[in-house]
């Protein structure tokens, strides 16, 4: 993997965390009336699919277990329709799928450095 779609990878991580941290301890019911919260969370959900297109395609082909295409699209909507946005789809992505990807994106990460580490021991 090359080191640029490390650092992006990095970069989402990080930005889902972000969006996590943002619903805080807010059910779906309170996160709807939260105007702010809702706002924010959107804006962290678009910062993750614009980070998603600067990977290399080739890159997203190999690592099919994460879902690129969708979460990119997701952000489309949210840039683009935010006012026909359900944001109770925002809240259920983010507090109940984003915990799994982001997971899967670490082991990804997990697997480059590991390899970058075997190819330095050469």
């Known amino acids: 993997m090359s080191d640029e779609n490390l650092v992006v990878l990095k970069k989402i991580l990080e930005e889902m965390s972000i969006a996590h941290s943002l619903l805080g301890m807010h059910d779906v019911d309170s996160f ?72 899967d994106i670490r082991m990804i990460c997990e697997r480059a450095e590991g390899e970058d580490e075997a190819r330095d021991d050469r």
């Not at 080739?58 to 979460?71: C, K």
Request: proline residues 4%.
């Open 32 to 103: 709807m009336e939260d105007e702010m919260a809702k706002r924010a969370v959107c804006m962290t959900v678009i910062n993750v699919g614009e980070l998603i297109k600067n990977l290399d395609m080739d890159f997203r082909a190999d690592n099919p277990e994460v879902p690129w295409r969708d979460m990119a699209g997701f952000r489309d909507i949210a840039a683009h329709k935010y006012q026909t946005l359900r944001m109770d789809d925002v809240y259920v992505t983010v507090a109940d799928e984003f915990p799994s990807i982001a997971e």
